[in-house]
């Protein structure tokens, strides 16, 4: 069964003497498969790497955003290599923390990387060394974490 997109109905008259009397003409569209380039940038369908650092409440919110994540169609792996799209969760409570996360950023953007940081730390202070430049979701805004993704991915391979 083709899908309907794949289908295009053209309307013309079975007798050319019986104007009123039609039938439909059914017409298989070829359908255009879209380049492995071009599949880089369909929404929902990249590797998303998911770190998160710090405390009980974080790895909540990390959860949370990860299934939001895992829902929409990411492919959450486990091995940051081969991610797309880095998403970093932080912590400013400990500062080791605080530390592996801003090394993390750096790496991320050596290895040119899709980049979101999210909790406390962006949060905190929008002015840290080295944030300037990476799409934010704050304490509040967990729940729009696949649209941030989304506009990352899409803004990193439009400046590849």
Not at 25 to 33: E, L, V
Not at 58 to 86: F, I, P, Q, R
Not at 119 to 125: E, L, T
Request: glycine share 6%.
């Amino acid at each position: 069964m083709d899908d309907l997109e794949d289908i295009k109905v053209e309307i013309r008259p079975v007798n050319e003497n019986r104007q009123n009397s039609i039938i439909p003409n059914i017409i298989k569209k070829s359908r255009i498969r879209p380049t492995k380039e071009q599949t880089k940038i369909v929404p929902g369908t990249q590797s998303i790497w998911f770190k998160t650092y710090g405390c009980g409440h974080n790895t909540y919110d990390g959860e949370y955003m990860m299934g939001m994540l895992n829902e929409y169609g990411y492919n959450l792996v486990e091995s940051k290599e081969e991610a797309e799209c880095w998403v970093l969760n932080s912590c400013t409570v400990k500062d080791p923390s605080q530390s592996a996360f801003m090394h993390l950023v750096d790496k991320a953007k050596e290895e040119g990387k899709g980049l979101v940081v999210s909790g406390c730390v962006p949060q905190a202070d929008r002015k840290i060394k080295g944030l300037e430049d990476v799409s934010i979701v704050g304490i509040q805004q967990i729940d729009r974490i696949v649209e941030v993704v989304e506009e990352t991915i899409e803004v990193f391979y439009f400046f590849l």
